[in-house]
Every structure is written in structure tokens, then in C-alpha cells.
């Protein structure tokens, strides 16, 4: 390997000069191999071997000059999602725009199963029996409206908005809460108990 | 009783194969990773099933902790350099070369407009202290607000570069208004569209997009 065969150099003659001392050529690798892995360590340690990862977001078209367009979701497409504390989720069908007939809200989690992507599965199952019965049109589309309140988490947002591509629901708006929506949450957690 | 005796055995290794090895990883690591981008605070991102890749160049960065601190950064350097010289224009920040200098080398900046000639002053080991008691670059709801500075950041480096992306690295516990108020921020520059920052995690089965990923892998 690393060694040169240094033997057999002949040539000397006989019972004249004196040998010279053969020295081995052979290095003590060990300090080179240290220096290699400290090395690999540096570089384990201060670099990045993925890049991150996105997801992209589109929020609606909001001009502060141009009126707000009157809302088109129909409310047996809606459903509406309420992001609240305690990585707590508040959902409804329908926009709750009927402001006689109270929507029913139900409390549910982030996990599965039988967590906010059940809802949303069901929910688009609805939609396309819907669709199928001809009470809507194909054009028709699972339309989900989520707002988040103060008291919710980025990951929570993040989650939400994951759920939508897990699910593959095209149609979702992120929309500020209104003080109804507040409502309904402090009406439910009053019914549940919750503090 | 006779004696037994054992030839002697040389305790060397050749450790040439093990150099070999080591210098085989290590190149590997210098090519296939890049160095860290510097952070002033650690953000822990939720993670996602969005598989896009963040683009190389043309970024906005900007991170929000826990404690809902703002923290503003462009990636390229020369970018930088115009930003800075046209938010000391812009904002009247009395900056010098040096201190221009210093910010285009720099990372992430997390201070309010009053504060950033003295950040700027400061050593490498004194910012990395002021940076864990920073209180970020100052947000609004509105763009029009004196102190809404991220608007005025956002602005600035958009009209250097109106190809920038604009991202958001937020922490996963970071409270929904420290990021909305980004997001109308971004609202009032007609910036509608921009992306988060999220790790990878695994489609769960049975899905829509798990299924959706089945049906194109059996395509290609």
C-alpha cells in the first residue's frame, strides 16, 4: 500500500563502503485519518443537507378601494372551520350568514382518526351526493372557509392549511374571524364546559 | 513446564484505507451540503406535506419566533447592498460605509429603524447577545402606519428586486396575529400570493392527495 519496497537495492560491493541503514518509508497514517473525521464532523455539523421545503399560499384578492364582491359561496358547498386555543378546532357547515338559525358548531382535534380531516371527508362526500342527486351543479365545489382567532397557533394555521391539500380541497379561504364566530366559540365552550 | 512461545505480533494498523474512507466522506459532505444560513433565533417550523423546494435565489426571508418577533432578510449579498443604501435614503438612518458594509454581510436584522446604526456598530458577539433580547422589526396592520417598518422593508427591497419570493419561516408556536399581521402587511403591497416554510412530513394513506401521488408515480 502506503510502503515502498526499499529492499533488495543490490549493487553493493562486497566487504567495501558500509551499509547504509535502511529506513522504512511507511508513514504513521492515524493524525491524517483524526484530521479527516474532524473534518466530517465540521461539516456535518455547520451544514444543511435538505433544502427546505414551501408550501404556497394564496390569500384573496383584497383592493381597500374596490367594495368587498357579495360572497357566491353557497352555504350546502361551506363549511366552515374555527381555528381556537388549545390547538382546539370549531367547525360548522354552511357560512352561518342566517343570523335566525344559528349554525350547529362542533368541537373537534388534530388527529386522526376521527379528528378535522373526518369532517372535511365527510363534508366533501356530502357535496358530491349532492352533485349527483342534481341539486348542484358539477361546477359546485367543496368550499371551506377557515378562520383562525387570536388565540390560535401558527401550527394550527399551518395544519389547516395542510388538511385542505391533504383532502384535495381546491376551494378554501383564509378569512378574518368575526365577533359572531367569537360567539360561537365562547357559546360552545359554555356548553361543553370548557374553561 | 516448557515454555510457550507466542510469535510476536506488530500492533500497527495500516491505516491508509481508514484515511481513504475518511477523505471519501468528507469530500462527499463538501458537495452535497451547503453551509447553514446564519439565524439570529431558532425557529421550529410545523411541518407539511408540500413538497416544493424553496428557490435558491430571489428570497425575502421572514422569520417569526415564539414570542412573535419579526426578523427581516434578502439573500443576496449585492441586494443587499442596494437595500440598505436606499433604506438609508428612504428612512434618513445616517449610516456609514462601514456600518453598509456590515449589513450587507450581515443576516437577518430584527431591530426597529431607531436602533439599526447602533446594531450595526456593534461586534459579531455583541449582536448575537442583542439579537436573543431584540423586539424585531416593528409590524402594523396597515401599510400606511410610521410604524408598520416592515412595510417600509418590504417595500424597499421589492423595489430593488421585484422578483423577490417572499417567505414566511414562522415558529410553530408563534400566535396567529404575529403572522397575520405579516399577511395584511403583505395585503397592502398586493402581495398575494408568497410561501411558507415547513418541513416534510409524510402523506397520510388513504387520503385524496395520497391517492393523487399513487396515480402519478404509476404514470411516470
Known sequence: MAEIDTSGGGGHKKGGVKKAKKLSTRVDLTPMVDLGFLLITFFIFTTTMSKPKTMEINMPFKDPSQPIPESKVKESTALTILLSKDHRVYYYEGIGSDATKPPKVEVTYFKNPGGIRDVIINKKKSVDALVRSGTLTAKDKTTVLIKPDENSTYEDFVNIIDEMSINGIDVYAIVDISPVDKDFIHLTEAANGAK | ?220
Open chain 2, 1 to 220: 513446564m516448557p515454555k510457550l512461545k507466542l510469535p510476536r505480533k506488530s500492533t500497527h494498523i495500516d491505516m491508509t484505507a481508514m484515511c481513504d474512507v475518511a477523505f471519501l466522506l468528507l469530500s462527499f459532505f463538501m458537495l452535497a451540503t451547503k453551509f447553514k444560513p446564519d439565524e439570529p433565533v431558532v425557529v421550529v417550523t410545523p411541518s407539511s406535506i408540500s413538497k416544493t423546494i424553496l428557490p435558491d435565489n430571489d428570497i425575502m426571508l421572514i422569520t417569526v419566533d415564539t414570542k412573535g418577533r419579526v426578523f427581516f432578510s434578502i439573500d443576496n449579498k449585492n441586494m443587499r447592498k442596494s437595500l440598505i443604501e436606499d433604506m438609508n435614503t428612504y428612512k434618513n438612518l445616517g449610516l456609514n460605509d462601514a456600518e453598509k458594509y456590515k449589513f450587507a454581510i450581515g443576516a437577518s436584522i430584527g431591530v426597529p429603524f431607531k436602533q439599526l446604526k447602533s446594531y450595526l456598530d456593534a461586534d459579531e458577539t455583541q449582536r448575537a447577545e442583542f439579537d436573543k433580547n431584540a423586539v424585531g422589526v416593528p409590524t402594523d396592520t396597515s401599510v400606511n402606519m410610521e410604524s408598520n417598518e416592515l412595510a417600509a422593508w418590504i417595500r424597499t427591497a421589492r423595489n430593488n428586486n421585484p422578483k423577490l419570493r417572499v417567505c414566511i419561516k414562522a415558529d410553530g408556536g408563534a400566535t396567529y396575529p404575529s403572522v397575520q399581521r405579516i399577511i395584511t402587511t403583505l395585503a397592502g403591497w398586493k402581495i398575494f400570493k408568497f410561501n411558507l416554510i415547513t418541513n416534510l412530513k409524510a402523506t397520510p394513506a388513504g387520503t385524496a392527495a395520497f391517492e393523487a401521488e399513487k396515480a402519478t408515480a404509476k404514470a411516470e
